[in-house]
């Protein structure tokens, strides 16, 4: 190592560096910075949503929390935070949208292309900045712009898809991250064994190029089907269906045509301050990178509400007509299990694709329950009940993304949401083991 770079490391080991979070959200990047035990303290944070700023406030009181849209922001702006540290999580449907993916031309990209932009104009640069996104921005045009920014800017980087089953947690999620530090830094594989196994070395791809090489590698498409899932959904949330009208999205898909009425172009532009996650994750995605022993993982009962009571476990248990209707599509696991499907903001509204429900009675038969032999409908709801199925409760979600146990909810926070943030947020502890192999 030069000796210039084994100057800088000292100095930044000495330091308590400066933090500012973009799209914060509930502050999920925060709590990682909390945790990932290097002196970083978070100074403010920027986030449009009031919902999740009413959250981020509950729990971190102490950060300048500024509820702007990061799309007006100056070089002025960036440089006064005087960071070591910029960290964000940008809006991820347009890279979602596989078929649709609007990528650089969906509006929602803007904010994250006015950061980056405004870093190359910044005289005094953070010296780290950490990206997280879905998978399917590693194959975008927005994720060359950043490439082709940090490579301007003097950084070194490491980019990695990553999911919380991959470091022992049992959910899956996977995610794109981007670690970067300014020359003459560099990163220090030993210090992060685990998760250099699932770095990804991308070259940057034209478009034609990436086009073709897409349907190579991109195993995070999703059919047609299921993007017409992911639609109806976006469209009903506009348009306030609740949980009474809770279905499966492939039975849905008979309704398309009066829920593309919904899908006009002023409610696209509305959406890009919605900051929704995508609301159902393809079964590929689901069964993916799942590296890493059963044993060496974690047991889902490790994460439940001890404190449930029997009158809270009943307003978790799923309703009768779901159950009846839905069950096949459900991803039913048990406390004894070592994996739960990826959560996501859709939870506990929809069925299909958005997370796993719990069987809290292991004594009564499963086989029975799920047996195609003629019996009437009376009887089989019988059978279903008695596995006793529930949804995770929003603690419980939060647990399985290793929040801490003192981050909590305004009281005036209901459950939808509580999931729709939860399913937008991460995996606390995965981010902090990423945010201190940067740092090391
Ligand atoms: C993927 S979520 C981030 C979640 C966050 N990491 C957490 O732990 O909760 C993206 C966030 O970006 C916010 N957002 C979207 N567009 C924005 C903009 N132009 N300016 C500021 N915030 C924006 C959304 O409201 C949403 O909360």
């Not at 590296?291 to 889902?300: A, F, P």
Request: aromatic content about 8%.
């Amino acid at each position: 190592m030069e000796a210039s770079s084994e100057q800088s490391d000292r100095d930044q080991e000495t330091k308590n560096l400066r933090v500012v979070e973009f799209f914060s959200g509930v502050g999920g990047l925060h709590c990682a910075v909390k945790a990932c035990g290097v002196p970083c303290t978070v100074v403010a944070a920027v986030e449009i949503n009031t919902v999740a700023n009413a959250v981020y406030q509950h729990n971190f009181p102490e950060v300048d929390l500024m509820q702007r849209n990061l799309e007006g922001f100056t070089v002025d702006d960036f440089a006064s935070f005087d960071a070591d540290m910029f960290v964000m999580s940008p809006p991820c449907q347009p890279f979602t949208r596989v078929g649709l993916k609007g990528d650089k031309n969906d509006a929602r990209t803007n904010a994250f292309f006015n950061i980056m932009r405004n870093l190359a104009e910044m005289a005094k640069k953070p010296t780290y900045l950490l990206v997280e996104n879905v998978k399917g921005f590693d194959t975008s045009e927005t994720r060359n712009f950043l490439v082709e920014t940090l490579q301007k800017c003097n950084y070194v980087f490491q980019e990695f898809l990553l999911s919380p089953m991959n470091i022992g947690i049992p959910n899956q999620r996977v995610r794109y991250f981007m670690l970067a530090k300014q020359r003459p830094l560099q990163f220090k594989e030993e210090h992060g064994t685990q998760l250099v196994q699932h770095r990804v070395n991308m070259p940057l791809m034209p478009n034609e190029i990436k086009e073709t090489s897409r349907l190579v590698c991109d195993n995070s498409m999703v059919s047609s089907q299921e993007q017409t899932n992911m639609e109806l959904t976006e469209s009903r949330e506009r348009t306030g269906q609740d949980e009474s009208s809770m279905v499966s999205l492939n039975e849905q898909s008979i309704e398309r045509k009066t829920d593309e009425q919904h899908l006009n172009e002023k409610e696209r532009t509305d959406n890009v301050k919605s900051g929704s996650c995508e609301d159902m994750v393809s079964s590929s995605e689901q069964n993916e990178q799942e590296t890493g022993e059963d044993d060496e993982r974690r047991k889902i009962g490790d994460y439940l509400q001890a404190d449930l009571s029997e009158e809270s476990m009943a307003e978790y248990l799923i309703p009768d007509r779901i159950l009846l209707k839905y069950v096949n599509v459900m991803d039913i696991v048990t406390v004894e299990d070592t994996k739960t499907c990826c959560f996501t903001k859709a939870y506990a509204y929809y069925v299909e694709g958005t997370g796993s429900v719990l069987r809290t009675d292991l004594s009564a038969d499963m086989s029975s329950a799920f047996s195609s032999g003629s019996c009437s409908d009376d009887e089989r709801l019988e059978r279903l009940k008695a596995l006793r199925l529930r949804y995770f409760s929003p603690r419980e979600v939060a647990n399985l993304h290793h929040f801490p146990q003192d981050f909590g909810f305004p009281d005036c926070s209901t459950k939808k949401q509580k999931y729709r943030l939860l399913g937008n947020s991460l995996n606390v502890t995965l981010l902090a083991q990423l945010i201190s192999y940067m740092v090391a």
